[in-house]
C-alpha cells in the first residue's frame, strides 16, 4: 500500500461515513452546551440579584423603623425638657412654662 492508497481510503471513509457530518454535530453540541451554561450562569446571577433585592428592602423597612422610633424618642425627651423645672434648689419647684399650665388649666375648667 502505498500513500495515495491510503489517503483515497480515509478521505472515503470520512466522507462517505459521515465523519464532516460528525465533526458538525460535535461543534453544535458544544454550542448548545455552551448556551445552556450562558443560560444557568443568568438564572443564578438573576436569582442572586433578587435576593439582594428583599435584603435591601428589608434593611430599608428596619431602618424606617429604627428612624420613626428615634424621632419619638427625640419627640417625648424635647416633651420632657419642656417641663423640668429650672429651680433646683427650692422646695417650691414649678415647671418653666407655669404660667401657660395655669391658664391651660382655667381653660380646661371651663
Known sequence: MDVA??????LTTLLSGGGVA??????QNKKAKELENDKTASEQWRALYEEQ???VQALRE???EARTLLEE????TLM??????EKLDCTEREPPHAEIMKEFKQYSEK
Open 5 to 10: 492508497t491510503i489517503l483515497t481510503t480515509l
Open 22 to 27: 460528525s465533526f458538525m454535530q460535535y461543534k
Open 53 to 55: 433585592t428583599k435584603t
Open 62 to 64: 428596619r431602618l424606617h
Open 73 to 76: 424618642e427625640k419627640r417625648q
Open 80 to 85: 420632657c425638657r419642656f417641663y423640668v423645672c
